[in-house]
């Protein structure tokens, strides 16, 4: 799942993701879902803050 912009390029890596749910709780934008057993971002919401990276405990949240 990915989410683009000018800067950078946010990814989560659903085989390291445990669904913690940290980052849907602290997305300002709300725009990590959980569906199923992984979470997305909807790349229109997302505004690229960085703060679902700097919150992941496994780091399974990265910018490319």
């Known amino acids: 799942d990915v989410c683009s ?3 950078f390029t946010l990814k ?3 085989e390291e ?3 913690c749910e940290d980052c849907i709780d602290v997305c300002p934008e709300e725009a990590i879902i ?3 057993f992984k979470v997305e971002i909807n790349e229109n919401k997302c ?3 960085g703060e679902c990276v700097d919150i992941c ?3 399974a949240i990265f910018d490319e």
Do not use: E, Q, T, Y
């Open 5 to 7: 912009s000018d800067l």
């Open 12 to 14: 989560i890596d659903n």
């Open 17 to 19: 993701c445990g669904v």
């Open 34 to 36: 959980k569906k199923a």
């Open 47 to 49: 505004d690229d803050c």
């Open 57 to 59: 405990p496994v780091g």
